[in-house]
């Protein structure tokens, strides 16, 4: 069982940046992807980013342009920075991770709320 732990998550106006941090608790070596999510209120969890283990990065066309994602295997790590936020953006953000084995982990999520 591997945990994720989330962090950074807050209050900002837009047209502000927020960095949002995932550690898990076991190695992230052989993991095939991670990325984050985000959910809405009423609204489907939706993919923000993904980052494979060969540095392959991915983007919601939302995003794209304003949303960095990196990964750092030896920290266990991955980072998602954001700027130019807009209160779209205002949702539960999820850090995930798939294994190779096809094992996937979620984090409990943390909140990015942007006013206007």
């Known amino acids: 069982q591997v945990q994720l732990v989330e962090s950074g998550g807050g209050l900002v106006q837009a047209g502000g940046s927020l960095r949002l941090s995932c550690t898990a608790s076991?190695?992230?070596?052989?993991?095939?992807?991670m990325g984050w999510y985000r959910q809405a209120p009423g609204k489907q969890r939706e993919l923000v980013a993904t980052?494979?283990?060969?540095?392959?990065?991915r983007y919601a066309d939302s995003v794209k342009g304003r949303f960095t994602i990196s990964r750092d295997n030896a920290k266990r790590m991955v980072d998602l920075q954001m700027s130019s936020l807009k209160p779209e953006d205002t949702a539960v953000y999820y850090c995930?991770?798939?294994?190779?084995?096809?094992?996937?982990?979620w984090g409990q999520g943390t909140q990015v709320t942007v006013s206007s």
């Open positions: 995930s991770v798939r294994y190779y084995d096809s094992r996937a982990y």
């Open positions: 076991g190695s992230i070596f052989s993991a095939d992807s």
């Open positions: 980052v494979t283990n060969s540095g392959r990065t």
